[in-house]
């Protein structure tokens, strides 16, 4: 069973902070260090977009809106990725979600819901 449990969303004012992280399982993330992954938001009304990725060797990108402010990381041991959230803006409310680079349709979690009140 492939399983990507997110957490580490909620309700916080502009300005404020989360740390969201992303447990990854199952057969298909038996080799976690050598993926890339990436976190992802989907917002009402807009397509899903991809927000922070990390290579297998640690480097990253971000999409333009969020440079600056998130910061993407992994713990291999634990085969876990984690998105620092700092300086939110009620833009930034959505369900973020993990997963691959392309992502692996089967293997979209829950998400965990970010909201940002202004």
């Known amino acids: 069973q492939v399983q990507l449990v997110e957490s580490g969303g909620g309700l916080v004012q502009a300005g404020g902070s989360l740390r969201l992280s992303c447990a990854a399982s199952?057969?298909?993330?038996?080799?976690?260090?050598?993926?890339?992954m990436a976190w992802y938001r989907h917002a009402p009304g807009k397509q899903r977009e991809l927000v922070a990725f990390?290579?297998?060797?640690?480097?990253?990108t971000y999409t333009d809106s969020v440079k600056g402010r998130f910061t993407i990381s992994r713990d291999n041991a634990k085969n876990t990725v984690y998105l620092q959230m700092n300086s939110l803006k009620p833009e930034d409310t959505a369900v973020y979600y993990c997963?691959?680079?392309?992502?692996?349709?089967?293997?979209w979690g829950q998400g965990t819901q970010v909201t940002v009140s202004s």
């Open positions: 199952g057969s298909t993330f038996s080799t976690f260090s050598i993926r890339g």
């Open positions: 990390i290579s297998s060797d640690r480097s990253t």
């Open positions: 997963n691959c680079v392309p992502p692996i349709s089967a293997s």
